[in-house]
């Protein structure tokens, strides 16, 4: 897949940047309020922006709205530990993920499938890493061991995985069908 326009670039980096505000924090109230959509953020990003400044951008902006949601929305600073050190990596997982995949992805469906597939193993790696620092580092069981651990992760994984998942899916479907518009929009333009 071929890098994006400036102009693309811009439009899909300012989508992404929408709906991680959206969705990382409590803002609207529980009535319309999103799974947060960060893990799907990062892959997509990687998927499709690439560059390494917007993986830096997207950390700080994430890093921002856990900072004002605490100060200021009233969440709790439970999950702020030595272990939230540990996000900027987890996020890594998923951009770079990405972004390795998309030289490789094309407009076949199999590469959406393939596309999905290395989401699906990066966001179950990113969950280790940010579920595990927080389990091993955090500092919130006192006395932490792998069979509480993995029943944690057990526990929570499948849920942010699946999160992650159906937000990625939706991303690549969306894309699928602008791939067929744009192509039936071509064919149409070629006949006339």
Partial sequence: MKALSGSRF????????????ATRFKHFGDLLHLPDA??????????????????????????????????????????VTLAYSFLPLAYAVLWYAGRW??????????????????AFVAASLSFAISNGSFYWLGGRYANPHMTEYLSRLWQWGPLFVRTTMSYVAVALALHAVALRLASSSFTHRKEA
Avoid at 10 to 21: D, E, G, N, P
Wanted: glycine content about 4%.
């Fill in 10 to 21: 811009k439009a899909l980096w300012l989508v992404l940047v929408a709906v991680m505000i």
């Fill in 38 to 79: 960060s893990m799907a953020v990062f892959f997509l990003g990687g998927l499709y922006l690439r560059r390494h400044w917007t993986f830096v951008t997207m950390v700080l902006l994430a890093v921002a709205l856990d900072w004002i949601s605490i100060s200021y929305a009233g969440v709790s600073n439970f999950c």
């Fill in 101 to 118: 995949y998309a030289p490789r992805m094309d407009q076949r469906a199999t590469s959406f499938v393939v596309a999905f597939a290395v």
